[in-house]
């Protein structure tokens, strides 16, 4: 009798460990990956509170947009921040889908050099750094395409934001650097300057969107309903107390000034609640509107 209630208090204390883990298991923080950029900001401003682990998420920076979804790639995040070229290029290989918008690029996406347009189509091949699988790439073809320049007149050097702002001026060769903001202020400081964006090449409108596996947001939709009305709250915040959150979250974008965070939120126009017509517009760019938290 006494051997058999050992075997009952042994499978008991069995039970209750299965379910612990099974319920720790179930209480990891969903991944998030990103990586700096100013639209970013409702989510880096969560983070900086600690406001994101009570909803059951963590955020992981990157040094780009490709690293971000290479991150995603690998199963080391469940949701990613991109663009609509990244996460048309993720469709290829996973279900995944947006299920907010945060912003579109209003000159926040830009082409640096070190000569002016016509100096450069008149020079000899141009050195050209950006991030080639990502909206850098559709940015560059549309920027050559306006301007009538030879695909071949350019050698594309593949480099990530942090490399690629790293890089040094200097006015002996032709240089172009597809970038965006907050990337581009030290490479300005140095002397390169701004010869396109996403302000004058209308043809290209830029969405950034939190995208996530379909299968974990079915799973655990209350939570990303939750992460949406949180983002929600934040822009609005990001709108009426600009200097404050910049105090908190100027760590996630490189440190940059007060008056470069501020000048940056004018690069962006928040559509994380989408008029009928931007998600009409979202739907040329291989989004369903169906997909979107409202």
């Known amino acids: 009798r006494q051997r058999m209630s050992l075997l009952k208090l042994f499978a008991a204390v069995s039970i209750v460990l299965l379910l612990s883990g099974c319920q720790q298991r179930q209480e990891k923080p969903i991944a998030i990956a990103t990586n700096e950029w100013i639209g970013y900001t409702p989510l880096f401003l969560a983070a900086s509170e600690h406001k994101l682990q009570p909803l059951g998420f963590k955020l ?24 609509q070229h990244e996460c048309n290029l993720l469709k290829q290989h996973t279900d995944v889908k947006p299920f ?22 008149t020079s000899g091949t141009v050195t050209v750094y950006l991030e080639k699988d ?18 071949d007149h350019f050698h594309l050097i593949d480099r990530d934001q942090s490399a690629i702002s790293a890089i040094r001026y200097d006015k002996s060769t032709p240089v172009m650097i597809v970038t965006y903001t907050p990337y581009n202020y030290a490479l300005m400081r140095k002397g390169f300057f701004e010869i396109a964006s996403t302000r004058e090449i209308d043809q290209l409108l830029v969405v950034d969107a939190l995208c996530v596996r379909a299968d974990r947001f079915e799973r655990d939709k209350p939570k990303f309903i939750a992460l949406k009305r949180l983002i929600d709250a934040n822009v609005e915040r990001i709108k009426q107390q600009p200097e404050p959150v910049y105090k ?9 000034s007060y008056k470069e965070f501020k000048e940056a939120l004018t690069l962006i126009k928040w559509v994380n609640k989408p008029s009928e017509e931007m998600l009409g517009k979202i739907e040329k760019l291989g989004y369903r509107r169906s997909d979107i938290l409202l």
Do not use: C, H, W
Request: glycine share 6%.
């Open 60 to 83: 992981i920076t990157s040094v780009s947009l490709a690293q971000a979804s290479e991150i995603f790639t690998v199963g080391k995040a469940d949701v990613v921040t991109t663009t």
């Open 100 to 121: 907010s918008l945060l912003d579109i690029s209003n000159g926040g996406d830009m082409i640096l050099a070190n000569r002016t347009v016509p100096e450069l189509s």
């Open 134 to 151: 990502s909206i850098n790439s559709e940015l560059f073809a549309q920027f050559i395409e306006n301007n009538q320049l030879p695909r």
């Open 248 to 256: 908190q979250v100027k760590s996630y974008l490189g440190n940059l």
